[in-house]
């Protein structure tokens, strides 16, 4: 019986609302002073209350959902712990290591610089 199987959890759509529905419950909760981070075992615990499912199906779900989801929840979440380190519900330094470590910010551009010799040769010319 090709085709069958265990259905599927969450839509593609279900899951992307429960996503940015747990962000806006981290900036509510930020706003009445709660120290409550944005982690992926905090959106299981959001998400057990609302469906039963296991840990796996949520991190099966997310694997799925992530490339489509990615870069606006990385801006979320950018937003949401710089926001509450600059309004004091989190502390400061341990904020800039998340901010390095869970959303890709670096302290200054990297740039790579290569330089020809060859590409010199008509300018040393010139400035004789």
């Avoid at 969450?10 to 981070?37: A, H, P, R, S």
């Avoid at 998400?47 to 990615?70: L, N, P, Q």
């Avoid at 606006?72 to 341990?94: K, P």
Wanted: with cysteine; hydrophobic share 35%.
């Amino acid at each position: 019986m090709a085709g069958r199987g265990q259905p599927k959890v969450f839509t593609e759509e279900e899951f992307k609302n429960y996503v940015f529905e747990y962000m806006n419950l981290i900036y509510d909760k930020q706003d009445n002073g709660e120290k409550d981070t944005p982690t992926f075992f905090g959106f299981y615990r959001f998400v057990r209350e609302k469906k039963e499912c296991s840990y796996h199906t949520i991190r099966r779900c997310f694997d799925e959902y992530w490339a489509d989801i990615k870069k606006e929840f990385e801006d979320i979440r950018a937003d949401l712990l710089s926001r509450g380190a600059s309004i004091g519900v989190y502390n400061v330094t341990m904020i800039i290591f998340a901010l390095k470590n869970w959303c890709n910010w670096k302290d200054k551009a990297e740039v790579e610089n290569t330089v020809n010799v060859e590409d010199l040769t008509p300018l040393s010319e010139l400035l004789k």
